[in-house]
């Protein structure tokens, strides 16, 4: 729609057709707001959110809520408590949620002993003027902001990390390290004589699902965007290690002028590219969602052919998209949708590239 052009007859007409529709005119295919969009099949996440949308909640509610969700039904064992047990068998957690109009965040990372994190991440934007606490220190900000201090190791944990010990610690993170962690646990060393090819080889195995998050874009009526992570992280993570989830950026990011995307995969590659940032930039250049995600995608896999991961994206209008890297073992990933033209939230599967 030229804003020079068409006569004022047909300026008016379209005026009228839009008011007809009861929504407002900031992008060409606004019936389709507002959107959900989350990684994966977590449906009763996607359900959450946007009842929280229907009930006249905000978006950053829609994402705290849905992303809660999850949280709470420990989906897929690898968001909330009770799942990816650390070296030392502990769970932790991190998370983000960001406002897409003041382009605030509120992020925890390595959060101890608490189970809703992003509800503490909301927290972090609504009583202070940081952007991301981490660690024992952000658990005493949670109980500070009213939330129970809670063990987060459950039957299922604890036996994830028992059987792990049996296989002498077998897969981990370290490298470059006597005695040597491909054969045994630690307490471990640098190794002063690695040879040093070996230092900038990208992950050339291929960890299916040892690390997913959930991810989500809300774009209400109004075009307001917010989007937010939560995740428990890798399983058997050294101690202190912070993935893409809780970066603004990378695990996810929102601009209410520009669209969202958020990502799940190997964030210890992913978060290195923003991504997140990356897919919003495109789109913000003119992309369509799904080739900002896919153009995203190609440059991780320029430097890390094998890594495992997926972006989602939506631009302003309520169009969305989503791409993943093709590897052995992950050739589709499946997401969630919900917008009124879906009716009801619906999962989405796309082919990776
Ligand atoms: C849209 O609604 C949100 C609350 O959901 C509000 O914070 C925001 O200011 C509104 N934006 C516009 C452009 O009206
Ligand atoms: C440890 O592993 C061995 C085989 O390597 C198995 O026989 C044993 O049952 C395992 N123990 C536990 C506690 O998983
Ligand atoms: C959003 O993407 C759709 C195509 O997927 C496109 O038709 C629409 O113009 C885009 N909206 C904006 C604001 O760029």
Not at 84 to 94: A, Q, R
Not at 170 to 196: H, I, L, M, W
Request: hydrophobic content about 35%; glycine content about 12%.
């Amino acid at each position: 729609m030229g804003s020079g052009g068409g006569s004022p007859e047909l300026r008016w007409s379209l005026l009228l057709l839009l008011a007809a529709g009861g929504w407002a005119p900031r992008g060409a295919a606004a019936a389709s707001l507002p959107l959900v969009v989350n990684t994966w099949a977590f449906r009763k996440a996607a359900e959450t959110a946007w009842s929280t949308l229907q009930g006249g909640g905000s978006e950053l509610d829609a994402v705290e809520h849905g992303c809660g969700q999850c949280e709470i039904e420990q989906c897929d064992g690898s968001v909330g408590y009770g799942g990816s047990p650390d070296e030392h068998g502990e769970t932790t957690l991190d998370a983000m949620i960001m406002d897409g109009n003041t382009m605030e965040v509120g992020a925890v990372a390595d959060l101890r002993r608490i189970k809703n994190a992003i509800g503490v991440a909301r927290k972090v934007i609504q009583h202070t003027k940081h952007t991301l606490l981490v660690g024992e220190s952000a658990t005493m900000f949670a109980e500070s902001m009213g939330f129970p201090s809670e063990d987060l190791t459950t039957q299922k944990s604890l036996s994830i990390y028992l059987k792990w010990l049996n296989r002498s610690c077998q897969p981990n993170f370290r490298k470059n390290v006597t005695p040597d962690a491909a054969k045994s646990c630690g307490p471990y060393k640098p190794n002063e004589d690695f040879r040093r090819e070996e230092q900038n080889v990208l992950e050339k195995t291929v960890h299916i699902h040892s690390h997913d998050t959930i991810g989500m874009i809300v774009i209400g009526q109004n075009g307001s965007i917010a989007a937010g992570t939560s995740t428990n992280g890798a399983v058997h993570k050294i101690q202190g290690r912070v993935g893409d989830s809780p970066i603004a950026g990378a695990g996810a990011y929102a601009d209410s002028t520009a669209g969202a995307a958020a990502a799940t995969g190997d964030g210890d590659v992913m978060m290195r590219f923003l991504p997140s940032y990356q897919a919003v930039e495109y789109m913000r250049a003119g992309m369509e969602p799904t080739e900002a995600c896919q153009k995203v995608i190609s440059r991780i896999r320029r430097y890390a052919p094998y890594f495992f991961g997926a972006v989602i994206c939506a631009n302003t209008s309520g169009s969305y998209g989503a791409a993943c890297n093709k590897v052995p073992g992950f050739t589709q990933f499946h997401f969630m949708a919900s917008s009124p033209a879906l009716r009801q939230p619906s999962e989405q599967i796309v082919d990776c590239i």
